[in-house]
């Protein structure tokens, strides 16, 4: 992770923990959780796109995550994270190697918070994090 994503991460930490310290104050505000996933199977007949030498490979993947909502009257803080794994199999191929190889577990963060200071002015801050394979 670069310096400046550890800063924009801290810098939106600080703005969710701010709203939510300034709004439990005066104890106004719920939280919602809600955890999800999705479950997904594919079969590619021609996993590599070739004119020649098709590999049939099938894909499995699952992606458990949770969401969290924070509301208030003025105030909107969301957070979600979800992990996501993907794993691959087929007949290996002399050209491309296993295809197992292509598994990869990856994952996801975004925050997305809103605040109506005033009635002609609202802030937020949105920011997200990916991660998932990298290519070779």
């Given amino acids: 992770m670069e310096r400046r ?3 924009q991460s801290i810098a939106a ?3 969710f923990a701010a709203v939510l310290a300034a709004t439990n104050a005066r104890g106004e505000g719920h939280i919602i959780i809600t955890p999800h996933i999705e479950v997904s199977v594919e079969h ?3 996993f590599f796109r ?3 030498n098709a590999v049939p ?3 499995r993947g699952i992606s458990p995550g949770i969401q969290g909502i ?3 009257a003025k105030t909107k803080v969301t957070v979600d994270g979800t992990l996501e ?3 691959y199999s087929g007949d290996n191929s002399p050209y491309y190697g296993s295809i197992s190889s292509y598994s990869y577990t990856g994952g996801q963060v975004s925050l997305d918070a809103t605040s109506h200071v005033t009635n002609r002015l609202t ?3 949105k920011d997200g994090l990916r991660v998932t394979r990298d290519p070779q």
Avoid: L, P
């Fill in 5 to 7: 994503d550890i800063y």
């Fill in 13 to 15: 930490v600080s703005v």
């Fill in 44 to 46: 590619d007949s021609n």
């Fill in 50 to 52: 070739t004119e020649h």
């Fill in 57 to 59: 490979v099938t894909t």
């Fill in 70 to 72: 924070y509301t208030t």
């Fill in 85 to 87: 794994r993907r794993d």
């Fill in 123 to 125: 802030v937020g801050v």
